[in-house]
């Protein structure tokens, strides 16, 4: 059994001295708890613990979970298909992962029929790894012109980015460092529904880089509940 208090803690030691090297408060970072593959139980444990944002990448699993969880806000962070966006927009605060037009209008429109204004995110995938959801680093700002002309019922939060997984999070800095350049320009874009707020970078092997390069919301999934088992709850 893990002891998810104790990575908790060591978790926000972390956060904490990267953020001071940067220059930075903590409480700057806001830290989303990843629970994909995990129980309601530990989820629960996390949030007695302080926990107060949760973070999954399946529709599925925010479904499954969302009755047996204690009160928290929830983040849709994985890639969406429009066809699901129905079952959750009324259960999450923050869509991180948009990247194209096609699925920022079904928000928008599921949105409108909720009578609510979705906060979102635009996933960045500064790499264009084939392997990666996220729209390239050109093309970021045209699809940031195209959500704000057409969804009246989306508001547009930040930026959001998965680096390449490599050994050494130093060798992903570079990444971090650009995402970070576009989002302080695009910060300056002024319209009524755009008011940037996240940068969401940087998962338990990373965070510390992305923090330093500008992040200020970091998702970490296994630094806090432990190395994932896949085998019953995905595939
Ligand atoms: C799983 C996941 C995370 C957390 O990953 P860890 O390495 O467990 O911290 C962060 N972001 C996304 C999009 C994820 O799918």
Redesign the pocket.
């Known amino acids: 059994m893990e002891d998810i208090r104790a990575n908790l803690e060591a978790v926000h030691g972390r956060i904490s001295q990267a953020a001071s090297k940067a220059g930075r408060a903590e409480e700057d970072v806001l830290l989303v708890a990843?629970s994909?593959t995990r129980t309601p139980e530990e989820i629960n444990t996390a949030i007695d613990a302080g926990v107060t944002d949760i973070?999954e990448?399946k529709v599925q699993e925010i479904m499954d979970k969302y009755e047996a969880v204690k009160p928290v806000k929830w983040h849709m962070?994985?890639h969406l298909q429009t066809n699901k966006v129905k079952y959750i927009i009324d259960k999450v605060c923050l869509i991180?992962?948009v990247d194209s037009l096609k699925l920022a209008k079904e928000i928008n429109k599921r949105a409108a029929s909720h009578g609510i204004v979705m906060d979102i995110l635009v996933q960045i995938n500064p790499a264009d790894e084939e392997s990666k959801f996220g729209v390239s680093l050109s093309d970021t700002k045209e699809l940031i012109m195209e959500i704000l002309e057409n969804c009246e019922n989306i508001r547009i939060r930040g930026l959001m980015s998965?680096a390449p997984a490599v050994e050494d999070p130093e060798d992903v800095r570079g990444y971090f460092e650009e995402v970070k350049a576009q989002y302080d320009e695009f910060s300056k874009i002024e319209h009524e529904r755009i008011d940037f707020k996240y940068l969401s970078m940087g998962?338990?092997?990373d965070?510390e880089v992305a923090i330093e390069a500008g992040s200020n919301l970091v998702?970490?999934?296994?630094?806090?509940?432990g190395a994932?088992d896949y085998g019953n709850l995905e595939g």
């Open positions: 990843v994909k973070g990448n962070i994985g991180h992962s998965v998962m338990s092997h965070f998702r970490v999934g296994s630094a806090i509940f994932r």
